[in-house]
């Protein structure tokens, strides 16, 4: 007999459905006469994405938790508050939880797996439902796993339970561990819903946080009955990583994940040279979670530091979270970027700010090597971050894929070898305060078509705060990596930019560029990329445009850095190494120029262009390197996956060491790149996979170690 068949046989002679199967599995409790009042906002628990506010334990195995709903302030008909298991903290993750809401009865809902839309005995799941209509009237939740099979039962007194329904192996299946908890939603975005629970017994919830995408925070308080209010919880601190490292100076970052039921904490960091004395940086006063920062200086040029956040909640309750390091920049011109990067030019340097990632965005897996697949992750609601738990080709049908979610970090480095590769398809950025990370696009012809606007990536017109770091652009029909016109603190840093096609549909259409950076976009950093086997645009500042560029190499072309009459650039550090040069490398515009050298050194720098005796704009915090050492580092550093590169990435790579290369008119890219058998055609890379294991704290300092583990050989992942 089943464990289902055994429930309904009891039922049937009267004996309830308790039973010794539902009624074994406590974890602890918090105290009988203890009130929580959890406030929670989000649009909902339900479709393939979750907004709501969860006081929550991580359980390994079997459990039997019970509780009693008090109160639920009616923002809908559909808010609701009550028991849940969930897989993971991610907003799309599988679960099942017993509700109350305001304008109906007591039910069950799960979602069957990551990402699909979820089902509940009132809609899509009737048939797990153990009681007529899928609903009962109930003050009183249980939620009870025994194995794989989860039953959620109701009761209006806490002794007579009603099986509300059995979710079955099959329909829903947890791994060992899960989160269990309770979870309020106020189905009315930007507005909190209050929800008192009371009689919680087997569970002892020890964290709260905001699930998904939600306007408002929401809190968790919890009252003995004695008058003292609060929670028995510990606050929690959370290190994340150094950003704006100079030579005696840097920002520090962190965030409070929890207050401990205290109404407000102090914060700080700690810091000390690697080895030493900790020193306590000013105390900030926070009444809620979230991210904060502190600016430290006096630090040693060259030298290790580590540091760590610190919380002192107001009921005096502490916390101390990880350790992190940083290394100050050299005052030789070195960088010293921070530990999470090989390269000396690191992502964080450049105008644009990546403050506003903290450990509060949902994180979006890519588990196919498909177009929807990976469309679907960088397209929604703001705060995301994008991993990878496959490899491959992903092939975008000749159209392009945009990226539209605001404040979307896509982390390449997080693929298992050999990474993401993007063919016939251009990846354009068309939001604000986004990051794309270790990624290649190779646009390609594909089957013909307009070049104007066919880049292999670019950032759309009037974007704003957008970084492009260790990406691999080639086989571009218009340029290979742009950035639009009229944006804003835009980065590209140690990209690998190639081989544009110089006649992609035998029309005789005269291009194979690299890179133009859009009339009146202001403050671009271009940090120390490779540009090579390209004619032209090397890259093009156009009318109106602020730009700094430093540390780059520019290889095998016929014109270089090419500026307008109005164009203003600092231009430092940088290393041409031409072919075929019909023009100077650096013409036109408006400059302050710096240790930048051709090679041959014969060959002239200038022409037409006005030096200007100062840097009309700069990256706070940047460092440049000395130009003799800019290819070694490039050469080392830059593309997608520097320590796991693909054979076109590595051919480039040694055909610039090499001083290799036909002219571009004898080139594998003079028409249509896939029939030469250098190239050998659009990759076919292996789709291997694996299971990340995102932290739900710590996910910058996670990040960075991932890719640690694509840049430096030898270094492994977190």
Request: glycine share 14%; aromatic share 8%.
């Amino acid at each position: 007999m089943t464990d289902h068949d055994r429930r309904t046989f009891l039922r049937a002679l009267g004996l309830g459905t308790t039973g010794a199967l539902a009624s074994t599995y406590a974890t602890g409790s918090v105290a009988g006469a203890t009130t929580i009042t959890i406030d929670g906002a989000g649009y909902d628990i339900w479709n393939a994405r979750d907004e709501f506010h969860y006081y929550y334990t991580e359980v390994d195995g079997d459990f039997d938790v019970t509780v009693r709903v008090d109160s639920l302030t009616d923002t809908d008909d559909w808010a609701r508050a009550g028991l849940m298991v969930r897989q993971t903290l991610n907003d799309d993750a599988e679960h099942a939880m017993i509700r109350k809401t305001p304008g109906n009865e007591t039910s069950v809902q799960w979602r069957s797996d990551d990402g699909v839309d979820a089902q509940s005995t009132t809609s899509g799941g009737t048939g797990e439902a153990e009681v007529s209509g899928g609903t009962v009237q109930a003050s009183w939740q249980r939620l009870v796993r025994s194995g794989d099979t989860i039953e959620a039962y109701g009761s209006n007194d806490g002794s007579d339970w009603t099986l509300v329904a059995d979710v079955s192996p099959g329909e829903i299946d947890f791994a060992g561990s899960a989160y269990v908890g309770l979870a309020v939603c106020s189905h009315n975005e930007g507005t909190l819903t209050t929800a008192q629970f009371s009689n919680l017994s087997g569970l002892s919830p020890d964290s709260d946080r905001d699930i998904g995408n939600v306007e408002v925070g929401g809190s968790v308080s919890t009252d003995s009955g004695d008058g003292g209010g609060g929670t028995d919880t510990d606050p929690v601190a959370a290190t994340g990583s150094a950003s704006s490292v100079d030579t005696s100076s840097a920002t520090l970052g962190g965030s409070v994940d929890d207050l401990g039921g205290a109404s407000s904490a102090d914060a700080a960091f700690e810091y000390r040279e690697s080895g030493g004395s900790w020193a306590s940086t000013t105390v900030q006063t926070l009444s809620s979670t979230g991210s904060y920062s502190e600016d430290i200086s006096g630090l040693s040029s060259g030298t290790d530091y580590e540091f760590r956040a610190t919380v002192s909640a107001s009921d005096g309750d502490t916390d101390t979270g990880s350790t992190n390091a940083f290394t100050t920049a050299s005052d030789d011109g070195g960088n010293g970027g921070t530990s999470g990067s090989g390269s000396q030019i690191h992502y964080e340097d450049g105008f644009a700010d990546t403050s506003w990632f903290d450990d509060g965005v949902t994180v979006h897996r890519v588990t196919e090597a498909t177009r929807s697949a990976l469309e679907d992750a960088v397209q929604g609601s703001s705060g995301r971050l994008v991993v990878f738990e496959t490899s491959g080709t992903i092939d975008l049908g000749g159209s392009e894929l945009e990226v539209t979610a605001d404040q979307c970090w896509i982390a390449g480095q997080t693929a298992p070898s050999p990474g993401i590769t993007l063919t016939q398809g251009l990846l354009q950025v068309n939001a604000d305060d986004c990051v794309v990370q270790h990624v290649r696009s190779r646009v390609g012809p594909g089957d013909g078509g307009n070049i104007q606007g066919n880049d292999s990536i670019n950032s759309a017109d009037g974007t704003t705060n957008n970084i492009f770091d260790h990406c691999t652009a080639s086989w571009g029909v218009d340029e290979c990596m742009s950035v639009g016109y009229d944006t804003t603190d835009t980065t590209l840093s140690n990209c690998l930019v190639y081989e544009g096609l110089y006649d992609p549909y035998g029309d005789g259409e005269d291009h194979n560029y690299a890179t133009l950076v859009g009339d009146g976009a202001e403050n671009v950093a271009l940090l120390g990329n490779v540009w090579a086997k390209t004619r032209g645009r090397v890259p093009r500042l156009k009318s109106g445009t602020r730009s700094a560029l430093a540390n780059n190499v520019m290889y095998f072309f016929n014109e270089a850095t090419n500026m307008d009459g109005d164009t203003e650039a600092s231009i430092v550090g940088n290393v041409y190494i031409p072919q075929d040069l019909g023009d100077t490398v650096i013409e036109g515009g408006n400059a302050y120029l710096e240790d930048n050298v051709t090679d041959p050194g014969s060959t002239p720098l200038t022409g037409g262009t006005s030096e200007l005796s100062s840097r009309p704009l700069w990256p706070s915090g940047l460092s440049a390197m000395p130009s003799d050492e800019v290819e070694s580092h490039n050469l080392a550093y830059a593309g997608a996956r520097p320590a796991d590169r693909t054979s076109n990435d590595s051919r480039i790579v040694t055909e610039i060491g090499n001083r290799a290369g036909d002219d571009y008119t004898d080139s594998p890219y003079d028409y249509w790149i896939g029939d030469h058998e250098e190239v050998g055609g659009y990759p076919q890379l292996p789709e291997n996979t694996h299971s990340l294991d995102v932290p739900s704290s710590g996910l910058r300092e996670w990040l960075d170690q991932w890719a640690l583990a694509v840049e430096e050989p030898g270094a492994g992942p977190p």
